[in-house]
């Protein structure tokens, strides 16, 4: 496979800068401060994927502190922690949740890691992805639970975080089949409420939407990959607000909102990066 190590790399250092959250994460840490750990970590040694996303409770993703974020967490927090890093363009994209100084939702993050590792079993060349969704969805109903039925895995391509197919976390009737060499993040969402998801405001998470000569900066920073309100600073400075505003005005930038659970469920989230093989799948940020 072509830029198999690269794939390696990425994933490698995905896993252990989700292991580095998952252990400074505590009560009465901010979550900007958790934030920039974690990124340094990956700027370190790799590119940054995507803004470390941090979702708190029915926040189920797309979510990272702003600049001037005062957010902290708090006992009996929910929270996911996604992360993803790329070796020349090569993305590893990794998730876990945690809770926070109680164990009320143990099982539900268990529902979700559970099903992940089943996907992770059944995965290989010339298997439906709807089997695999069914198979989600299967395990976490057996706890009790929903998935989240419009968050979906997906297929990984350089500097192309979601390449077009789609790992449903329930049975969508889908015909297409995953394929040896490809790569892939299978990311099941539990939740104790609607397993739907609505925009819920600012995320602080964007990507590019048009070319354009204004944005050139951005592109050669972040290429074709999302990117943070806080990363512009390095860009813009103190003009950077006016410049955000500009930009989306022109429709030249679009955010990603915050994702919520319709009916405000607690939300938990697992997720690898899996190059698929012939007769199973290679876990890449395990
Ligand atoms: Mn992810
Ligand atoms: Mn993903």
Redesign the pocket.
Known sequence: MENYEEYKEAGRIARDALKLGIKNIKEGKSYLELAEEIEEYIKRKAGLAFPV?ISVNSTAAHYTPAKHDELVFEKGDVVKI?V?AHVNGCIG???RTVEIGTKKYEKLIESAEKALEEAIKMARDGVKVSEIGKKIEECIAKYGFKPVKNLQGHSLERYNLHAGLSIPNFDNKSQKKLKAGQVV?I?PFATDGAGIVVDAGIGNIYRIAKNSPFISQIRKKFSSLPFAERWLYEIYGEKTQSKLIFFIRRGLIVPYYKLVDMQGGIVAQA?HTLLIKEDGCEVLTI
Request: aromatic content about 0%; charged content about 45%; glycine content about 12%.
């Open positions: 996303n996604d993803g994209d990794t998730a993040a990311e997720e």
